[in-house]
């Protein structure tokens, strides 16, 4: 069984920075794809942005330029460094990690990220 914990979120001023870290256990096949998702109260879950194995990035178009993933393989963790803060950003994130060969998906529990003006 495959756990992902995240770490890092937490209440923060319009312009301000975090950085949020998610480590995954259990037996962990490769190739993968790691990422981040947002989700607001009544809205469903939405890409931020995700990481492959091998370095490719996707990112939602509302972040690219303030948001930059990053990975390391040989902990099995991924981050999201968040810079430029908005409102907006403001929702609980979600750790995911989905293997690519034999598909199979996992959720982290949920880190709550404020942004206050």
């Known amino acids: 069984q495959v756990q992902l914990v995240e770490s890092g979120g937490g209440l923060v001023q319009v312009g301000g920075s975090l950085r949020l870290s998610c480590v995954a256990s259990?037996?962990?096949?490769?190739?993968?794809?790691m990422g981040w998702y947002r989700q607001e109260p009544g809205k469903q879950r939405e890409l931020v942005a995700s990481?492959?194995?091998?370095?490719?990035?996707n990112y939602a178009d509302s972040v690219k330029g303030r948001f930059a993933i990053s990975r390391d393989n040989a902990k099995n963790t991924v981050y999201l460094q968040m810079n430029s803060l908005k409102p907006e950003d403001t929702g609980v994130y979600y750790c995911n990690l989905e293997t690519t060969k034999i598909v199979l998906e996992y959720w982290g529990q949920g880190t709550q990220v404020t942004v206050s003006s």
């Open positions: 259990g037996t962990i096949l490769r190739p993968n794809v």
């Open positions: 990481m492959s194995t091998d370095g490719g990035t």
